[in-house]
C-alpha cells in the first residue's frame, strides 16, 4: 500500500513473504519460510520536492481550464455580438420600407393630383406627369428592394437565434421591440480602455497561458537539481521452517524492530536533456510575455477605436437628424 504526499514523499506500507530451498550447507532451516513486514518513507529534498512542484500539474490543469472557460466567454460574446447586429439590421431595413411606403403612397397622391390637373391644362402639367410617374417606378422598385433586404435580414437574425420556435424560413414576421438609445454616450475613454483590460477573454486568455508558462519554467528548473532523498524504513522480520507462512509471521511480531535511515543521492554528469528542457522553457515563458503585451496593445486599440466611431457615429446621427 503506497501513498504519495504533498510534500513528494512516499509512505509505503508492505508485507512480502519468501520461500527458500537449496543445496546448500549453510541454510538452515532448509527450506525456509521468510515475513517482512516494513513500513517506508522517501522524502525528496531537492528534485521533484516541496509542494510547489507535487501540485504544479494541478495547477496548469485548472489553469487550462480557465483558459478553456475563457475561450467560451469569448466565442459567446462574438455570436452575441452577430445577434445584436442582426437584431439592428431588422430594425434599419424594416425602418426603411415604412419610410419607402409613405413616399410610395406620396408619390402617388400626387400623381394622382396632376393627373386631375391635365384634364384643365394637358401641355402645361405633361412634362410634370413624366417626371412624377418616373419617380413612382423608382421608388416602387426601391419598395420592393426594401422589402427583400427585410426577408433576408430576418433570416440571418433566425439562423442566428436558431429557435426551434422559429425555424428559418417558417412563417410570421420579426417586429423589433428594443428602440435605439438616442443619448449621448455617458462612457469616457479611460473607463473603457479600463473594462476592456479587465473584462476581454483573450487578455485573460493571455495571463493565464503566461502563469501556466511561468509554472512549467520552475518545473524544468527544479529538475535540474541532484536527486537526493531522505530514506527511512522500520520492519520486523521473522523466519519459520518449511512454507510455514503463519509461523514466519508470528516470528516477525515476536521479534524487535529493525531501523534504517540513509540518503540516496543521483546525478548525471552532464544534464543536457534537463538543461534544454529548462531552456525551451524559459523560450516560451519569454514568448508568452511578448504574446501578453500584444494582446493588451491589441484590445486597447480596438476598445479605442470603438469608441472614437461610437462618438462619431453619435455627432453624424444628431448632424443627420437636424
Do not use: C
Not at 123 to 152: G, H, I, M, P, W
Request: net charge neutral; glycine share 6%; hydrophobic share 40%.
Amino acid at each position: 500500500v503506497t501513498k504519495k504526499l504533498g510534500t513528494g514523499a512516499v509512505l509505503t506500507l508492505s508485507n512480502r513473504y519468501s520461500t527458500l530451498d537449496n543445496n546448500s550447507q549453510f541454510l538452515l532451516p532448509n527450506p525456509q519460510t521468510g515475513s517482512e513486514l516494513v513500513v517506508s518513507l522517501v522524502q525528496p529534498l531537492m528534485r521533484e520536492s516541496g509542494y510547489h512542484y507535487q501540485k504544479a500539474q494541478v495547477k496548469i490543469a485548472r489553469l487550462d481550464s480557465r483558459m478553456a472557460a475563457s475561450e467560451l466567454v469569448r466565442q459567446l460574446e462574438g455570436h452575441l455580438l452577430e445577434i445584436n447586429r442582426a437584431y439592428w439590421n431588422v430594425y434599419l431595413a424594416r425602418a426603411a420600407y415604412v419610410q419607402r411606403s409613405a413616399l410610395v403612397r406620396q408619390t402617388r397622391r400626387i400623381v394622382g393630383q396632376l393627373e386631375a390637373r391635365d384634364e384643365v391644362d394637358e401641355d402645361a402639367t405633361a412634362s410634370e406627369a413624366l417626371r412624377a410617374n418616373a419617380a413612382l417606378r423608382r421608388l416602387e422598385a426601391q419598395l420592393t428592394r426594401s422589402e427583400l433586404a427585410v426577408k433576408n435580414a430576418e433570416a440571418r437574425l433566425r439562423s442566428l437565434v436558431n429557435d426551434p420556435d422559429h425555424p428559418l424560413g417558417g412563417g410570421g414576421e420579426v417586429i423589433p421591440v428594443t428602440r435605439p438609445v438616442l443619448s449621448s454616450p455617458w462612457q469616457d475613454m479611460q473607463s473603457v480602455a479600463y473594462e476592456a483590460l479587465v473584462n476581454r477573454a483573450e487578455v485573460l486568455q493571455s495571463v493565464y497561458q503566461l502563469q501556466a508558462g511561468g509554472i512549467r519554467r520552475d518545473i524544468a528548473k527544479n529538475e535540474l537539481k541532484p536527486e537526493l532523498n531522505f530514506v527511512g524504513e522500520v520492519g520486523r522480520y521473522g523466519l519459520a521452517g518449511n512454507r510455514n507462512l503463519g509461523g514466519a509471521f508470528d516470528d516477525a511480531g515476536a521479534n524487535d524492530a529493525s531501523w534504517m535511515v540513509g540518503l540516496t543521492l543521483n546525478q548525471s554528469l552532464e544534464r543536457n536533456s534537463q538543461r534544454s528542457v529548462y531552456l525551451r522553457s524559459e523560450y516560451e515563458l519569454r514568448q508568452l510575455k511578448n504574446r501578453l503585451r500584444t494582446t493588451i496593445d491589441s484590445v486597447l486599440l480596438e476598445a479605442l477605436v470603438a469608441y472614437r466611431e461610437m462618438m462619431t457615429a453619435y455627432r453624424d446621427m444628431q448632424g443627420q437628424y437636424q
